[in-house]
């Protein structure tokens, strides 16, 4: 009986650890793929996002946000996230191969 | 030996029963794998069950469609226009079983949300732990005074919905004379792509001025004036199809005459060659089988809009252009609330709550030449305050169009035709 509790109680740390089964920026970021194509990698004119740097997602994202960066569209897009969620975002993206 | 109640309740103490019970719960009585079944394979339900499965593994995902083929309806101007064919919007389904979905070709004939059940033409029922109801929408062909009639003579064609009507019109536009009149009725919001008739009138403009430019548009809008992109559509038509286009707002199509070939609104009678008539809408009728077809009007589906489950019915989600929203109704929206909705019922069917903050961005482009094109895009982030997603801001509309955006537009219909499909 005592194995069952602890195993019992090791699961409930594990379901505790993960709140959501979908991470936030996953979920965020799937946003993304309407346009960037699916699991970022696009066919065509508009760029792939899958595998680029953490750092560089961020920085064009806030550049695009403050006007520092040209865009044709993404200038409204980034205007509506926060910086919090840029970094969500491009965490996750940076790791799509 | 056993787990007994008590023994469960000692770890409740420990704070975890609650999601271990619900964890239970979500598997079903049976120890079974939760069943959730999605109806419509179009932009929002097949991206639904794509990332049901792709989130929830042991989900059992079954997806019914009628039709063989997904027909796109973004994009199909193009083919009205003259710049494509039937095939370029016409997929195929075999890429989604990759996915583990179970994919049913069959019509849905009634839904009972109390035994959770949705049975089929073919004589089949499926049951549900949650259901997602994406069937796009309904064409209110009955509110137009002979639209029936002179549809079924193919005389009138909404092409709304795309598919046979689409390739007809085509049809129309290429035997219409030089010097012929082609009208467009244009509904009161809210309706399907609100930026779409007037994308319309641009690529059939396009097509005219080039073979047959002795030809006339008349547009009859039951809005006060154009409804999305004004700028950019106003600019076209001045631009490069000067005198064409004779727009007119708050002129509702009342009636339609096939056989005098007229097109009826309350100040005129408008003989017409071509006659392009679009009916209002309203959510699809699988809506009004579940009874989730509850706004005050009757028209559309109030959802939850963290899980876009029904306000009326449990286990039931709507997703798509059938909800009621102040969002506009686009396929590009309708796969953000396929995502946002199938983790949703990830979380939910394991007993926790879905995302209490969901924020997704609406791309819309609209080619307004065979080399010129515009969008308009906007970040839409959910308030509970309100319960509803409100504009987050910074977004906005092209004022002109240009080769950059004509050249997105087409990688943006590729790319979402893969996101949805493959």
Known sequence: MHKILILLAASATLLSANAFAVDRGELLASSCMSCHGPGGKSKGAIPSLAGLEKGYIVKSLQDFKSGARPASVMQRHAKGYTDEEFALMADYLSKLK | MSITRRDFLKVSGMG??????????????????PKVVVVGAGYGGATCAKYLRKWGP????????????????PRSNLVIGGLRNMDYLTHGYDNLAKHGIKMVKDMVVAIDPAKRTVTTKGGHTFGYDRLVLAPGIDVRTDTVKGFQEAEAASKVVHAWKAGPQTALLRKQLESMADGGVFVMGIPGTPYRCPPGPYERISLVANYLKKHKPKSKIIVLDSNPDIVSKKPLFTWAWNTFYPGMVEYRGTNAVTGVDGNRMVVSTEFDDIKADVMNVVPRQRAGELCAMAGVRNDAGGNWCTVN?????????????????????????????ATNHAKVCAAAIVELLAGRQPEAAPVFANTCY????????GHVANVYRYSAEKKAYVDAGGGGATPQGDELNHAYAESWAQNIWAEVLS
Not at chain 2, 60 to 65: D, G, H, N, Q, R
């Open chain 2, 366 to 373: 609209s080619d307004t030449s065979d080399t010129t094109g």
């Open chain 2, 16 to 33: 975890a029963a609650s999601a271990l019970l619900a964890g239970c719960a979500g598997m079903g009585a049976s120890g079974a794998k």
């Open chain 2, 58 to 73: 042991n989900i059992e995902v079954t997806l019914i469609e009628p039709n063989d083929k997904f027909v796109s309806c």
């Open chain 2, 305 to 333: 809009f963290t899980s876009f489950e029904s306000t009326a019915v449990p286990n039931v989600h709507i997703i798509g252009d059938s909800i009621s929203a102040a969002l506009p109704k686009s396929g590009h929206m």
